[in-house]
């Protein structure tokens, strides 16, 4: 079992860590929520998906997906259709300026995840990576 102190200490580098690689979004007066930004990218790849779907990858209501859906159509950024052969179902699409958007996130992304491995030798990063895919996939 971890130690009190190593969990303290993990909550202070995480911290840390996540003030260090905030993304920013210089380029819009009002930034999206992190759900967001989620939704998008999984919009991006799985175009034609329903909120449900949406709901059931992020773990959260479909209420929850319904609202940013909202939000993220008023904004311009995300599309939703109603099939012909269900008129009753939503299929959700990136707008060109969703596409934009994604494309810039993923840039941004790429480019912070190359500054947090470069003061790392080859085998660290390597390490990192295990270790985290090691906790990320822990189911419980």
């Known amino acids: 079992m971890p130690s009190d102190k ?16 905030k993304l920013t979004e210089a380029a819009s007066e009002k930034p ?9 990218l999984y919009v991006e ?3 034609g998906c329903g909120p449900t779907d949406v709901a059931r990858f992020l773990g959260v209501p479909t209420t929850t997906i319904s609202s940013a859906t909202d939000r993220l159509a008023k904004r311009g950024l995300l599309a939703r259709d109603r099939p012909e052969d269900n008129r009753r179902a939503v299929a959700l699409r990136l707008t060109d300026a969703g596409e934009s958007y994604v494309a810039a996130t993923k840039q941004a992304y790429m480019a912070m995840f190359k500054s ?4 790392l030798s080859p085998g660290e990063r390597e390490s990192l990576v295990a270790m985290m895919t090691k906790i990320a996939s822990n189911d419980g």
């Open 6 to 21: 190593q969990i303290a200490d993990l909550a202070a580098a995480l911290d840390s860590f996540a003030r260090r690689f």
């Open 32 to 40: 999206l929520a992190e759900i967001d930004k989620q939704i998008l």
């Open 45 to 47: 790849t799985h175009p």
């Open 116 to 119: 947090m491995l470069e003061p």
